[in-house]
């Protein structure tokens, strides 16, 4: 089986200014003990360029963005491009984070162009999905996050998709303090795992990284890191204290 990459990644959301968000980069450069896991800082736009200025030396240490327009260029005022995100050190973008879905009314078909985007430029997509309350209330978990993958990524592909890391994030457990347990995790991850292998085969399966996100703090990294389906984080509220952030990079 191929080893696959360990990742926490850190979304900052809208929050730090300029020099809190120099500061907290500092902090986390100066906790980071050595590791494997690739740990990347998912910061607004504000950041990118002096973030990734910050961290250039460090190899094991990635600039994200948290959205990218799917155009060019052109008359988009208040956006922000692929390219310009490229052209400011990012490696990666967060898409389709329920927050732009839910406050943006961002879908999926929007959010495959956005990833073709990304990909086009040579950056890799942190593509985000997960269900809302009712309808993991309902049961009906595996067939919404199965329509939201499908639609967003089975366009792509192999080699692309391989490019590609998934975070699954239920919603109910963003930024709320619920997490999921480490068995729905599991077995979401697997769920979202076999769809892909059920598509592009068990060797691109295996290689997919899928990331959980929702309420993880230290006190919870280790036990959903273990599970053989979760590859790491996505972290939302504990990656604006470097303190907290390097103890969750240290839970694998
Ligand atoms: C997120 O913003 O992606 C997230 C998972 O937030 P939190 O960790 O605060 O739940």
Redesign the pocket.
């Known amino acids: 089986m191929t080893k696959r990459k360990q990742i926490v990644a850190g979304?900052w959301?809208m929050n730090m200014d300029y020099e809190q968000g120099r500061d907290l980069t500092k902090a986390v450069i100066d906790g980071l003990q050595p590791s494997d896991a690739l740990v990347i800082l998912g910061t607004p736009f504000i950041h990118l360029r002096n973030v990734a200025s910050i961290i250039k030396d460090i190899s094991n240490l990635k600039l994200a963005a948290q959205n990218c327009h799917q155009e060019e260029s052109g008359a988009y005022t208040g956006e922000v491009s692929a390219s310009m995100l490229k052209s400011c050190g990012v490696e990666y973008v967060i898409l389709g984070?329920s927050?732009r879905r839910e406050y943006f009314g961002e879908k999926d078909e929007l959010i495959a162009k956005k990833i073709d985007a990304v990909l086009g430029q040579g950056m890799e997509p942190i593509y985000?999905c997960g269900e809302k309350l009712d309808v993991r209330e309902s049961g009906k978990q595996n067939e919404l996050v199965a329509e939201q993958v499908k639609t967003a990524l089975f366009h792509l592909s192999a080699e692309d998709l391989q490019k590609v890391v998934i975070?699954y994030?239920p919603v109910w457990?963003?930024?709320?303090g619920k997490t999921a347990s480490p068995a729905q995790a599991q077995e979401m991850h697997a769920h979202i795992r076999s769809l892909i292998r059920d598509q592009y085969g068990a060797e691109i399966a295996d290689s997919i990284t899928i990331l959980y996100?929702?309420?993880?703090k230290p006190g919870n990294a280790k036990e959903l890191f273990a599970n053989p389906d979760v590859d790491g984080g996505?972290?939302?509220?504990?990656?604006l204290k470097a303190a907290d952030f390097n103890a969750i990079v240290d839970s694998f």
């Open positions: 979304n959301k984070h927050e985000c975070a994030e457990a963003i930024g709320t996100g929702g309420s993880v996505l972290i939302g509220g504990a990656s």
